[in-house]
DNA sequence: TCCGGACTGGACGAAGTGTCCAGGACCTGA
DNA sequence: TCAGGTCCTGGACACTTCGTCCAGTCCGGA
């Protein structure tokens, strides 16, 4: 475990118990991390998969998918570390006897071996299956067009004269497609939407948080 | 063991101690089978999972997939049970010392627990509800792995046994598959196959000067 | 035991990404 | 016509990701 060791948090303290726990019983592919969700700070960390330590910055956006629940528990939903690792996270709103939200637990557990293990037991002796072809949208660069030429259609006026409402929903559009998980994207959604760099990042931020107002 | 004790056939006792070996190897999931190819019978069988005995006919077609082959040995091919198992069999023309075919050996390797055991893998602790909707690719790190995944199977051997060439080819079947468009995909890559981010540019170098030697 | 090829982590410059800001275009009401 | 908005823009910037390179390590074969 790593704790910032000049603060002993009492939110630590009542915790660390049932961290350590989780952390032992999970193994070396299990990441326990104790949030201050007020200050966005890392509380402490078992068995860390980065280089985060106790007072770090949150980062990760771990706190950022807690949509109201019932439960004070979310996930589990997928992560993806920057080194290729998949995780798979769970995150829970810790509360003090008062009842107020007091700390965040997000465990990290990194599926690769799990992956690894399940390939390796589906391939054990199979037959040698067609293989699942599967291609990938080859030519994004036309969907993007396809997209933004339907819209315009539906609206009867040409790409300049969009207002920024049609653009927000354009580009809403164009995310729900995925189309800014490949690479380069922006530069040529800009150009097709007829606006600059700058203007479809400070779009994009908008519907983001539009979404997820925080 | 199960034989038809009154007449000791030598190709059973020549063959006998290789079939043990195996039978003993794959442990109660898995079937061995000599054949008498000739006459259509069962010569012996070890670990039987249907009530076949010495003597009995062959049944089950074991030997009509016998097309014409260089090596005597075929499969693994699907074949199902009565009771719906799932066998993923192969079988061999063993031949005399004097080069003719003198029986034949199936092994029926039953699949069901291996498949029960991968998909129980595959769940584990797997997201509910991953990451947004996507019209056009949602989850490309789940494609990355099926790739991956049925490669492997082609080649009957897990990930790190993989040779250059076996990866090379991943790579090429990945790369026609439009993965390495999207950002971040290769640190996705490099982990799915066991490699580090160098050697799977290299690769991909390699990849792209022989199909375009200049 | 040594050798050579393949793989690795680390380092690095190049390219791409996202944010910020000081203009400037445009609209709108006075 | 002007003042005060809003929105967009290009440019500058820090930061991340990409792709390459290299010295060191691992490993199988002579």
Redesign the interface.
Known sequence: MELDESTPDPRVRLWSPVCQAVALLLGPYAEVVLHDAGRDRVLAIWNPMTRRAAGDPSLLGELDRLEPSAHDVY????K?L?????L?SVSAVLRGPDGEPSAVLCVN?D??P????????????????P??E?????D?TE?VHQIVGGFVRTRGRPVERLGREDRLAVLAELD????F???RAVPVVATALGASRSTVYALLAELKDRSDPR
Chains 1, 2 share one sequence.
Not at 82 to 86: F, I, L, T, V, W
């Open positions: 996930g589990p939903y997928e993806l920057a080194d290729g690792r998949r798979s557990l599926r690769t799990l992956d690894r293990a399940a390939a390796l037991l589906a391939g054990f002796a199979a037959p040698t299956a293989r699942p599967a291609l990938f949208e080859q994004w969907r729900r497609a995925g189309v998980t490949v690479r």
